[in-house]
Nanobody, 119 residues
C-alpha cells in the first residue's frame, strides 16, 4: 500500500520560496503519475502541477507557470515554489495514480501541508 507524506510547508513572505516534498513509502513511485493539488479556504481544490510516471513530462496550471517546478528523485517528488504570492496560500496535497496523468481522481493521497504567504 502506497503512502504519501508531504512536508516543507510553512509561512513565507510574498516573493519568497518554499520547496515541498512528497515522500513515498510502502511501494515504489515508479510508474505512478504524481500530482500536486491545493485547496484554499472557501475554494475548490485545484491541480497545480503533475509529472508523468511514464516519460517524466510535466504540466502546470497557468497561474504557476514559470514560478513552480515539479521534479522527482527516487521515491520523492518535489515542488519548488518561487515568487510566491498571497494567492498561493492553501493546503497542498500530493497524490498518485497509476492510470492517468493530471486526472481528476487519484488512488493515493497525502495528508497535506499548509503553505501561507503573508507579510
Amino acid at each position: 500500500q502506497l503512502q504519501l507524506v508531504e512536508s516543507g510547508g510553512g509561512l513565507v513572505q510574498p516573493g519568497g520560496s518554499l520547496r515541498l516534498s512528497c515522500a513515498a513509502s510502502g511501494s515504489t513511485l515508479d510508474y505512478y503519475h504524481i500530482a500536486w493539488l491545493r485547496q484554499a479556504p472557501g475554494k475548490e481544490r485545484e491541480g497545480v502541477s503533475c509529472i508523468s510516471g511514464s516519460d517524466g513530462s510535466t504540466y502546470y496550471v497557468d497561474s504557476v507557470k514559470g514560478r513552480f517546478t515539479i521534479s522527482r528523485a527516487k521515491n520523492t517528488v518535489y515542488l519548488q515554489m518561487n515568487s510566491l504570492n498571497t494567492e498561493d496560500t492553501a493546503v497542498y496535497y500530493c497524490a498518485a495514480d497509476r492510470n492517468l496523468v493530471c486526472g481528476a481522481e487519484y488512488e493515493y493521497w497525502g495528508q497535506g501541508t499548509q503553505v501561507t504567504v503573508s507579510s
